[in-house]
């Protein structure tokens, strides 16, 4: 489990990084000189803010294209190590789990698919049902939040549903429809898994939050760039093995359904 939590941590961790590279090298670009780097970018006054501004919209074009394309590629080849992890929690160690993930890589690429489509739908539409052409009035921010908060409820539904599929693929390597059926059963048979979910994805938001203050807050002292990514690195490994047990509560949950039915 060790080595695998690792593995898929560094794509995780490499892949955003590569992802966010053009825009980073951009931004870049104005401050590169600067005696502060980075930090000159929270002084009071916002020149540097705004030169910044100036000089990325410029290409904005091309780093949204080029960035775009890379964060579609690397959530597709998400669905790998993503398996990996699946077949871990399914208690699987080492080679064997990478094995297991390849051989059910086309399910996996289906349902990872499937969530990019579905979760770009959901954002999109409901986003444009909750944007109003004007916001003039403090009150009229909440429509919007309140379909922001849809979109991303609905999103969360989608994912552990997903999920479930994902650890019936490996368990009773049932095909890609029907192990998604048995994945809504499960969840349906038994409730706690929502809750489960529930406080991870509550610890995983906290987690991610306090990376991003922290290293907000460390960019504005003009930390090293290497202390600013160890910390991203470190809430990475803790989403990595929020995901990691939860897939092992899955797979428990699900043996113990397959235990009843098959019991006299």
Sequence with gaps: ??????????????ATLIATAPLAVVVA?????????????????????LETARHVGATMGGVVLSGGLLTLLFAL???????ALVAAGNGARG?????????????????????ILLSTLIVVGLGLLGAPSQLRRIGQLTAPVAILLLALGLVWLLTVVLDAARMR????????LSALYEGGVLLA??????????????????????????????????????AMMLVHGVSVLAYVGLR????????????????AAKSP
């Design 189 to 226: 048979r038994q409730r706690r898994l929502w809750l489960a979910a529930g406080w991870r994805t509550v610890v995983a938001a906290l987690l991610v939050s306090g990376a991003v203050v922290a290293v907000h807050a460390m960019a504005r002292v003009g930390a090293p760039a290497a």
């Design 95 to 115: 080679g064997r789990a990478w094995a297991d993930a390849a051989r059910r890589w086309t399910s996996l690429l289906l349902y990872q698919g499937a969530a």
């Design 77 to 83: 080849g998400w669905s790998f190590p993503l398996g």
């Design 29 to 49: 670009g104005p401050l590169r000189f600067h005696p502060r780097g980075d930090a000159a970018v929270f002084e009071p006054g916002g020149l540097w803010l």
């Design 244 to 259: 990691a047990s939860w897939f092992d509560r899955l797979a428990r949950a699900s043996r113990d359904e397959i235990r």
């Design 169 to 176: 693929r490996f368990i009773d390597q049932d095909g890609a």
């Design 1 to 14: 489990m060790t080595r695998v939590l690792l593995l898929v941590t560094a794509y995780r961790w490499l």
